[in-house]
Protein backbone atom coordinates (compact mmCIF):
# COMPACT_ATOMS: atom_id res chain seq x y z
CA UNK A 1 0.00 0.00 0.00
CA UNK A 2 1.27 3.71 -1.01
CA UNK A 3 1.47 6.61 1.40
CA UNK A 4 -1.20 8.28 -0.51
CA UNK A 5 -3.66 5.20 -0.63
CA UNK A 6 -2.92 4.65 3.49
CA UNK A 7 -3.32 8.37 4.10
CA UNK A 8 -6.78 8.27 2.07
CA UNK A 9 -7.31 4.63 4.15
CA UNK A 10 -7.04 6.73 6.96
CA UNK A 11 -9.12 9.62 6.81
CA UNK A 12 -11.97 7.19 5.58
CA UNK A 13 -11.53 5.67 8.89
CA UNK A 14 -11.52 8.98 10.98
CA UNK A 15 -14.86 9.83 9.43
CA UNK A 16 -16.07 6.57 10.27
CA UNK A 17 -15.48 6.95 13.75
CA UNK A 18 -17.04 10.65 14.03
CA UNK A 19 -20.24 9.82 12.17
CA UNK A 20 -20.82 6.37 13.83
CA UNK A 21 -20.23 8.07 17.35
CA UNK A 22 -22.28 11.30 16.43
CA UNK A 23 -24.81 9.51 14.52
CA UNK A 24 -28.33 10.31 16.21
CA UNK A 25 -26.39 13.37 17.67
CA UNK A 26 -26.44 15.62 14.62
CA UNK A 27 -29.47 16.57 13.99
CA UNK A 28 -32.04 18.49 16.63
CA UNK A 29 -35.02 16.88 16.16
CA UNK A 30 -35.63 13.16 17.34
CA UNK A 31 -35.15 10.49 15.27
CA UNK A 32 -36.85 6.95 15.65
CA UNK A 33 -34.90 3.85 14.58
CA UNK A 34 -37.29 0.92 12.80
CA UNK A 35 -37.34 -2.16 15.07
CA UNK A 36 -35.73 -4.37 12.22
CA UNK A 37 -32.56 -1.93 11.50
CA UNK A 38 -32.21 -1.40 15.54
CA UNK A 39 -32.03 -5.71 15.17
CA UNK A 40 -30.01 -5.58 11.99
CA UNK A 41 -27.59 -3.17 13.74
CA UNK A 42 -26.97 -5.54 16.74
CA UNK A 43 -26.31 -8.38 14.68
CA UNK A 44 -23.62 -6.47 12.60
CA UNK A 45 -20.06 -5.95 14.80
CA UNK A 46 -20.44 -9.61 15.79
CA UNK A 47 -20.68 -10.56 11.87
CA UNK A 48 -17.91 -8.15 10.47
CA UNK A 49 -15.37 -9.44 13.59
CA UNK A 50 -15.99 -12.87 12.92
CA UNK A 51 -15.66 -12.50 9.43
CA UNK A 52 -12.35 -10.95 9.57
CA UNK A 53 -11.09 -13.19 12.72
CA UNK A 54 -12.41 -16.60 10.91
CA UNK A 55 -9.87 -16.81 8.50
CA UNK A 56 -7.23 -15.48 9.98
CA UNK A 57 -7.62 -18.79 12.16
CA UNK A 58 -8.80 -21.52 10.06
CA UNK A 59 -6.89 -21.04 7.35
CA UNK A 60 -3.05 -21.28 5.71
CA UNK A 61 -2.38 -19.82 2.48
CA UNK A 62 -5.70 -19.35 1.62
CA UNK A 63 -6.24 -23.70 2.46
CA UNK A 64 -8.17 -24.97 5.71
CA UNK A 65 -5.88 -26.34 8.44
CA UNK A 66 -4.02 -29.46 7.52
CA UNK A 67 -3.03 -30.28 11.26
CA UNK A 68 -4.12 -29.97 14.23
CA UNK A 69 -0.74 -29.13 15.49
CA UNK A 70 -1.26 -25.24 14.77
CA UNK A 71 -0.07 -22.84 17.68
CA UNK A 72 -2.86 -20.57 16.38
CA UNK A 73 -6.18 -23.46 18.05
CA UNK A 74 -4.20 -24.20 20.90
CA UNK A 75 -3.85 -20.00 21.91
CA UNK A 76 -7.29 -20.20 21.30
CA UNK A 77 -8.44 -22.88 22.76
CA UNK A 78 -6.83 -21.54 26.09
CA UNK A 79 -8.24 -17.99 25.38
CA UNK A 80 -11.53 -19.47 25.43
CA UNK A 81 -10.82 -21.19 28.26
CA UNK A 82 -9.75 -18.23 30.23
CA UNK A 83 -13.37 -16.07 29.13
CA UNK A 84 -15.51 -19.02 30.30
CA UNK A 85 -13.58 -19.06 33.73
CA UNK A 86 -12.51 -15.27 34.24
CA UNK A 87 -14.17 -13.17 31.60
CA UNK A 88 -11.64 -10.47 31.16
CA UNK A 89 -10.32 -9.14 28.09
CA UNK A 90 -6.58 -8.71 29.22
CA UNK A 91 -6.75 -12.56 30.40
CA UNK A 92 -7.72 -13.93 27.01
CA UNK A 93 -5.11 -11.54 25.56
CA UNK A 94 -2.59 -12.86 27.63
CA UNK A 95 -3.24 -16.35 28.15
CA UNK A 96 -3.34 -16.67 24.19
CA UNK A 97 0.12 -15.33 23.37
CA UNK A 98 1.44 -16.77 26.53
CA UNK A 99 0.38 -20.24 24.85
CA UNK A 100 1.66 -19.29 20.98
CA UNK A 101 4.97 -17.98 22.67
CA UNK A 102 5.35 -21.34 24.55
CA UNK A 103 4.47 -23.30 21.34
CA UNK A 104 6.65 -21.82 19.45
CA UNK A 105 9.36 -21.12 21.39
CA UNK A 106 9.49 -24.56 23.53
CA UNK A 107 8.23 -27.17 20.27
CA UNK A 108 9.61 -24.87 17.54
CA UNK A 109 5.92 -25.25 16.09
CA UNK B 1 -11.38 2.72 37.33
CA UNK B 2 -7.48 2.02 36.99
CA UNK B 3 -8.55 -1.65 36.16
CA UNK B 4 -10.70 -0.45 33.14
CA UNK B 5 -7.39 1.97 32.19
CA UNK B 6 -5.19 -0.86 32.35
CA UNK B 7 -7.45 -3.14 29.95
CA UNK B 8 -7.36 -0.56 27.27
CA UNK B 9 -3.77 0.08 27.60
CA UNK B 10 -3.26 -3.66 27.21
CA UNK B 11 -5.66 -3.19 23.98
CA UNK B 12 -3.76 -0.17 22.68
CA UNK B 13 -0.32 -1.57 22.49
CA UNK B 14 -1.83 -4.82 21.19
CA UNK B 15 -3.18 -2.56 18.43
CA UNK B 16 0.09 -0.41 17.58
CA UNK B 17 2.40 -3.85 17.57
CA UNK B 18 -0.70 -4.97 14.71
CA UNK B 19 -0.28 -1.42 13.21
CA UNK B 20 3.17 -1.39 13.02
CA UNK B 21 3.21 -5.05 12.12
CA UNK B 22 0.84 -4.37 9.17
CA UNK B 23 3.56 -2.52 7.39
CA UNK B 24 1.41 0.81 6.64
CA UNK B 25 4.83 2.74 7.83
CA UNK B 26 5.58 4.12 11.14
CA UNK B 27 3.96 7.46 10.15
CA UNK B 28 0.70 6.53 8.80
CA UNK B 29 0.63 4.21 11.88
CA UNK B 30 0.59 7.35 14.21
CA UNK B 31 -1.89 9.05 12.22
CA UNK B 32 -3.91 6.12 12.41
CA UNK B 33 -3.85 5.45 16.08
CA UNK B 34 -4.01 9.38 16.91
CA UNK B 35 -6.97 10.11 14.84
CA UNK B 36 -9.30 6.90 14.53
CA UNK B 37 -9.58 5.91 17.87
CA UNK B 38 -11.65 2.72 17.67
CA UNK B 39 -9.67 -0.12 18.43
CA UNK B 40 -11.61 -2.92 17.37
CA UNK B 41 -12.12 -0.79 13.68
CA UNK B 42 -8.42 -0.50 13.63
CA UNK B 43 -7.44 -4.41 13.84
CA UNK B 44 -9.77 -5.55 12.44
CA UNK B 45 -9.09 -3.48 8.74
CA UNK B 46 -5.82 -3.90 9.22
CA UNK B 47 -5.19 -7.49 7.81
CA UNK B 48 -7.53 -6.20 5.07
CA UNK B 49 -5.37 -3.01 4.18
CA UNK B 50 -2.49 -5.26 4.62
CA UNK B 51 -3.57 -7.72 1.91
CA UNK B 52 -4.72 -4.47 -0.38
CA UNK B 53 -8.16 -5.03 -0.32
CA UNK B 54 -10.36 -1.94 -2.14
CA UNK B 55 -11.13 1.02 -0.19
CA UNK B 56 -14.88 0.09 0.21
CA UNK B 57 -14.18 -2.91 1.71
CA UNK B 58 -12.04 -1.67 4.24
CA UNK B 59 -14.42 1.06 5.06
CA UNK B 60 -16.97 -1.32 4.67
CA UNK B 61 -15.80 -3.73 7.53
CA UNK B 62 -15.11 -0.79 9.92
CA UNK B 63 -18.35 0.81 9.56
CA UNK B 64 -20.10 -2.67 10.19
CA UNK B 65 -17.58 -3.07 13.06
CA UNK B 66 -18.30 0.69 14.50
CA UNK B 67 -22.53 0.04 14.22
CA UNK B 68 -22.59 -0.31 17.77
CA UNK B 69 -21.47 3.14 18.09
CA UNK B 70 -24.53 3.97 16.61
CA UNK B 71 -26.63 2.66 18.59
CA UNK B 72 -25.06 4.45 21.62
CA UNK B 73 -24.96 7.18 19.91
CA UNK B 74 -28.98 7.26 20.51
CA UNK B 75 -28.69 6.32 24.12
CA UNK B 76 -26.54 9.24 24.77
CA UNK B 77 -28.71 11.62 23.16
CA UNK B 78 -31.16 11.96 26.10
CA UNK B 79 -28.01 13.25 28.34
CA UNK B 80 -26.69 15.74 25.65
CA UNK B 81 -29.32 16.93 23.50
CA UNK B 82 -29.39 20.59 25.68
CA UNK B 83 -25.90 21.37 24.51
CA UNK B 84 -24.90 22.89 20.94
CA UNK B 85 -24.24 19.97 17.83
CA UNK B 86 -20.01 21.14 18.01
CA UNK B 87 -20.41 20.15 21.43
CA UNK B 88 -22.34 17.27 20.74
CA UNK B 89 -20.19 15.67 18.49
CA UNK B 90 -17.10 16.69 20.64
CA UNK B 91 -18.24 14.25 23.50
CA UNK B 92 -19.25 11.96 21.07
CA UNK B 93 -16.03 11.14 19.31
CA UNK B 94 -14.74 10.16 23.18
CA UNK B 95 -17.64 7.80 23.40
CA UNK B 96 -15.77 4.55 23.50
CA UNK B 97 -17.17 1.22 24.21
CA UNK B 98 -15.70 0.86 27.80
CA UNK B 99 -16.66 4.36 28.79
CA UNK B 100 -20.10 4.78 27.62
CA UNK B 101 -21.18 1.29 29.46
CA UNK B 102 -19.95 3.01 32.44
CA UNK B 103 -21.64 5.83 32.14
CA UNK B 104 -24.85 4.79 31.66
CA UNK B 105 -24.29 2.46 34.44
CA UNK B 106 -23.24 5.43 37.00
CA UNK B 107 -26.29 7.54 35.49
CA UNK B 108 -29.15 5.20 34.28
CA UNK B 109 -31.46 7.85 34.57
CA UNK B 110 -31.45 9.42 31.12
CA UNK B 111 -31.40 12.88 31.77
CA UNK B 112 -28.69 15.46 31.95
CA UNK B 113 -26.77 16.79 34.96
CA UNK B 114 -23.93 19.10 36.05
CA UNK B 115 -22.12 16.26 38.06
CA UNK B 116 -21.89 13.81 34.54
CA UNK B 117 -19.55 15.76 33.08
CA UNK B 118 -16.51 15.91 35.54
CA UNK B 119 -17.00 12.33 35.35
CA UNK B 120 -17.02 11.71 31.69
CA UNK B 121 -14.15 13.61 30.79
CA UNK B 122 -11.82 12.51 33.95
CA UNK B 123 -12.38 9.27 32.61
CA UNK B 124 -12.67 9.30 29.14
CA UNK B 125 -9.12 11.64 29.51
CA UNK B 126 -7.51 9.05 31.22
CA UNK B 127 -8.82 6.25 29.36
CA UNK B 128 -7.82 7.89 25.87
CA UNK B 129 -3.56 8.91 27.21
CA UNK B 130 -4.20 5.01 27.98
CA UNK B 131 -4.66 4.04 25.16
CA UNK B 132 -2.71 6.14 22.76
CA UNK B 133 0.45 6.07 24.97
CA UNK B 134 0.14 2.10 25.15
CA UNK B 135 -0.75 2.15 21.36
CA UNK B 136 2.45 4.46 20.51
CA UNK B 137 4.75 2.47 22.51
CA UNK B 138 3.64 -0.67 20.69
CA UNK B 139 4.06 1.00 17.20
CA UNK B 140 7.72 2.08 18.39
CA UNK B 141 8.64 -1.11 20.20
CA UNK B 142 7.38 -3.60 17.49
CA UNK B 143 10.74 -3.30 15.63
CA UNK B 144 12.64 -4.92 18.48
CA UNK B 145 10.23 -7.54 19.25
CA UNK B 146 11.04 -10.50 17.05
CA UNK B 147 8.17 -12.07 14.51
CA UNK B 148 8.73 -15.57 15.62
CA UNK B 149 6.97 -14.60 19.41
CA UNK B 150 3.99 -14.86 17.47
CA UNK B 151 3.05 -11.41 18.93
CA UNK B 152 1.31 -10.62 15.42
CA UNK B 153 -1.48 -13.06 16.63
CA UNK B 154 -2.65 -10.71 19.85
CA UNK B 155 -4.81 -8.47 17.93
CA UNK B 156 -6.53 -11.69 16.49
CA UNK B 157 -7.07 -12.64 20.43
CA UNK B 158 -8.41 -8.93 20.78
CA UNK B 159 -10.97 -9.64 18.47
CA UNK B 160 -11.39 -12.92 19.54
CA UNK B 161 -12.29 -12.12 23.11
CA UNK B 162 -14.56 -9.06 22.37
CA UNK B 163 -16.56 -11.77 20.10
CA UNK B 164 -16.90 -14.06 22.89
CA UNK B 165 -18.54 -11.27 25.13
CA UNK B 166 -20.90 -10.45 22.21
CA UNK B 167 -22.30 -14.08 22.24
CA UNK B 168 -25.17 -13.68 24.17
CA UNK B 169 -27.94 -15.51 22.79
CA UNK B 170 -28.77 -18.24 20.35
CA UNK B 171 -29.05 -15.80 17.86
CA UNK B 172 -26.00 -14.30 18.29
CA UNK B 173 -24.10 -17.80 17.93
CA UNK B 174 -25.99 -18.35 14.85
CA UNK B 175 -24.74 -15.00 13.30
CA UNK B 176 -20.95 -15.92 14.34
CA UNK B 177 -21.41 -19.36 12.71
CA UNK B 178 -22.85 -18.18 9.40
CA UNK B 179 -20.29 -15.27 9.47
CA UNK B 180 -17.24 -17.94 10.18
CA UNK B 181 -18.36 -20.57 7.33
CA UNK B 182 -19.21 -18.05 4.60
CA UNK B 183 -15.81 -15.85 5.55
CA UNK B 184 -13.90 -18.92 4.95
CA UNK B 185 -16.25 -20.66 2.06
CA UNK B 186 -16.00 -17.51 0.33
CA UNK B 187 -11.87 -16.97 0.97
CA UNK B 188 -11.05 -17.19 -2.60
CA UNK B 189 -13.16 -14.58 -4.35
CA UNK B 190 -10.96 -11.81 -5.15
CA UNK B 191 -10.87 -8.17 -3.00
CA UNK B 192 -11.82 -9.69 0.48
CA UNK B 193 -15.29 -9.67 -1.45
CA UNK B 194 -15.70 -12.84 1.66
CA UNK B 195 -15.56 -10.32 4.06
CA UNK B 196 -18.80 -8.24 2.34
CA UNK B 197 -20.44 -12.16 1.32
CA UNK B 198 -19.74 -13.23 4.77
CA UNK B 199 -21.31 -10.26 6.62
CA UNK B 200 -24.23 -9.74 4.21
CA UNK B 201 -24.87 -13.96 5.40
CA UNK B 202 -24.85 -13.71 8.84
CA UNK B 203 -26.97 -10.20 9.57
CA UNK B 204 -30.06 -11.90 7.08
CA UNK B 205 -29.32 -15.32 9.28
CA UNK B 206 -29.59 -13.42 12.55
CA UNK B 207 -32.08 -11.82 11.50
CA UNK B 208 -34.11 -14.34 10.25
CA UNK B 209 -33.88 -16.23 13.87
CA UNK B 210 -35.00 -13.09 15.76
CA UNK B 211 -38.17 -13.03 13.81
CA UNK B 212 -39.13 -16.45 13.48
CA UNK B 213 -38.16 -16.69 17.24
CA UNK B 214 -40.53 -13.52 17.57
CA UNK B 215 -43.37 -15.31 15.77
CA UNK B 216 -43.03 -18.58 16.85
CA UNK B 217 -43.63 -16.98 21.15
CA UNK B 218 -46.68 -15.08 19.66
CA UNK B 219 -48.02 -17.73 18.03
CA UNK B 220 -47.96 -19.67 21.48
CA UNK B 221 -49.34 -17.20 23.61
Same mark, same amino acid.
Given at each position: ????????????????????????????????????????????????????????????????????????????????????????????????????????????? | ????????????????????????????????????????? &?? +?? #??? %?????????? *? @?? /?????????????????????????????????????????????????????????????????????? &?? +?? #??? %?????????? *? @?? /??????????????????????????????????????????????????????????????????????
Amino acid at each position: MNTVDGLVAVLGLVVITVVTRGFFLFSDRQMAMPRWLERGLRHAPLAALVAVVAPEVLLTQGQLLETWRDPRLFALAAATLWYAWRRTMLGVIVTGVTVMFALRQGLGW | MSGVTVGIAAWGLVTGVAMAKSGMGMLLAVLMSLTVFAGSA &QL +AT #LPL %IASGAPLWVV *W @GT /ALCVNLRFVIFSATWRPYLMHMPRSRRLWVAYFTADMNTVMFMKRFPEPRPAPEQWPYFWGMSLTNWAGW &QG +AS #LAG %IFLSTSIPAD *W @GL /AFAGTLALFGLICSLLVSRSTWVTAAVSAGAAVAAYALPFKLNIVVSIAAAVSAGLLLDSSAKWYRERRS
